[in-house]
């Protein structure tokens, strides 16, 4: 398995607070990636990075913003939560170097609940 | 835009019974095509992929050939168990721009 962490697991907060979720990898992969994942919706992309402080916006980025400042970390924030956050939110991450270009691998996600 | 469809859950079989999860995709280029497999409380796990036309991606007695000509990567299995009840999704991914699209995935429960 790919060695990629997700903190924290669970997550309670109020709408209005800000939230930020952590990616850790240690397979030095230079792509990493945030989801959410919703009922009815499969995975969407929120921001992805493709290197050290290189990040791009992803299908449903508005409300997130995104941070790396290392290779193997990856944090995204919810500047101020609301209800249409509270999601499952899925890390992932690629290496198009390694001869296994375009496969994913996902981390155990984080479980978003806002109040 | 690129997009995957596939076949709406849930899905529920007896033991032994022969599995197919519809997938069709829509995209501009070449892209690779993938199944990944999610178990209660866990990530997404890959669990084939395909990244040319006629292609074949094989893994634990499941299979999906890439057709192009019907544009459609189809998941089947010749006999399930139990243990193979999850949710499938079916994915596509644009080699030229990272991008990798999702199906909304399909239930699978499987009942002794």
């Given at each position: 398995d790919a060695g990629i962490t997700q903190s924290p697991r669970h997550k309670v907060t109020e709408t209005g607070t800000p939230v930020t979720l952590r990616c850790h990898q240690t397979?030095?992969?230079?792509y990493m990636y945030w989801y959410r994942q919703d009922p009815g919706h499969g995975l969407r992309l929120i921001h992805y990075s493709y290197g050290v402080k290189d990040t791009d916006k992803g299908e449903v980025s508005d409300g997130y913003s995104v941070s790396r400042s290392k290779t193997e970390d990856f944090l995204l924030t919810l500047e101020s939560a609301t209800s249409s956050q509270t999601s499952v939110y899925f890390c992932a991450i690629s290496d198009p170097?390694?001869?296994?270009?375009?496969t994913q691998y996902f981390g155990p996600g984080t479980r978003l609940l806002v109040l | 835009g690129n997009s995957v469809t596939q076949m709406e859950g849930p899905v529920t079989l007896s033991e032994e019974a022969f599995l197919t999860i519809n997938c069709t995709y829509t995209a501009t280029g070449y892209p690779s095509l993938f199944w990944y497999v999610q178990y209660p409380g866990e990530g997404l796990q890959l669990l084939l992929k395909a990244t040319k036309a006629d292609d074949k991606g094989s893994n634990k007695g499941f299979e999906a050939t890439y057709r192009k000509e019907t544009t459609s990567f189809h998941l089947e299995k010749g006999s399930v168990q139990v243990s193979d009840s999850a949710v499938y999704f079916c994915a596509l991914s644009d080699p030229n721009n990272n991008d990798m699209r999702f199906g909304a995935g399909t239930r699978l429960t499987v009942k002794p």
């Open positions: 397979e030095n992969h230079r170097s390694g001869g296994t270009q375009e | -």
